[in-house]
């Protein structure tokens, strides 16, 4: 599902060039939910951002669903990140004007799908999160949980093949977030997604297929070693 090599991001700053990876190379076959930790700043988020074609690298391929995003225009990736990922953030960035189920259409209705199937879609996936009966509600009046429930749904009413998560449970308490991290794990395995999710939860990282470490730009097996030589960086 997704095969990442060479991978390097380089930001100019006012102090000089900063690098958050090089040579940095990653494979995940279709259907693994992988973790990834590490320090604030060791550049997990925009990892993500470049797998989902939401960022360009600096250099290195990026394969992701059979096609190579870094290759992609801004609207071809916009037409990839509408129809191939969905996204789920430690904010749930709903629109506060919109209903629950209006939240959850909007991927389908800037695809240009007739609202009626568009929230008729909305209204299955609510339900799949155990939301059906808070549909008509707007953000404000759900809880954290809710919300980010909500968020979860819209992230997969287009039916995506790769589910990108940073710090999904990231905003709420312990038992929340458990609760919401089963529910990415029971949609995981029933849709038959292939997800990445950043995590600072080392029980949540350590609940998926595997857990990587990302720091001073390297990936390696969560709990083993940095990597030196000629292969680091490269899981």
Same mark, same amino acid.
């Given at each position: ?20 990876? !090089? ?31 939401? !960022? ?7 394969? %992701? ?100 998560? !940073? ?40 609940? %998926? ?27």
């Amino acid at each position: 599902m997704i095969q990442v090599s060479g991978l390097r991001k380089t930001y100019q700053t006012a102090r000089g060039a900063l690098t958050l990876f !090089d040579n940095l190379s990653l494979a995940v076959a279709a259907g693994e939910m992988v973790a990834i930790v590490g320090q604030s700043g060791a550049g997990k988020s925009t990892l993500l951002h470049i797998l989902g074609a939401l !960022d360009a690298p600096s250099a290195g391929t990026v394969y %992701c669903a059979s096609t190579n995003v870094a290759s992609l225009s801004a609207h071809q990736a916009a037409v990839f990140r509408n129809r191939k990922i969905g996204y789920v953030w430690q904010f749930h960035y709903l629109l506060p004007e919109f209903t629950a189920q209006e939240n959850v259409a909007m991927p389908l209705l800037a695809r240009g799908v007739r609202r009626a199937e568009a929230m008729t879609l909305a209204a299955n996936w609510l339900g799949e999160v155990d939301l059906e009966d808070r549909g008509s509600h707007r953000p404000g009046e759900l809880s954290g949980g809710e919300q980010q429930r909500v968020a979860l749904a819209r992230a997969l009413v287009s039916n995506p093949q790769l589910l990108l998560a !940073d710090e999904p449970t990231g905003d709420l308490d312990g038992i929340t977030a458990g609760r919401v991290f089963e529910l990415i794990e029971r949609l995981h395995g029933s849709h038959g997604l292939t997800s990445i999710l950043v995590t600072h939860n080392p029980e949540l990282a350590g609940r %998926c297929t595997r857990a990587l470490r990302l720091e001073n730009g390297r990936l390696t097996a969560l709990g083993a070693a940095p990597e030196t030589g000629p292969l680091a960086g490269t899981v």
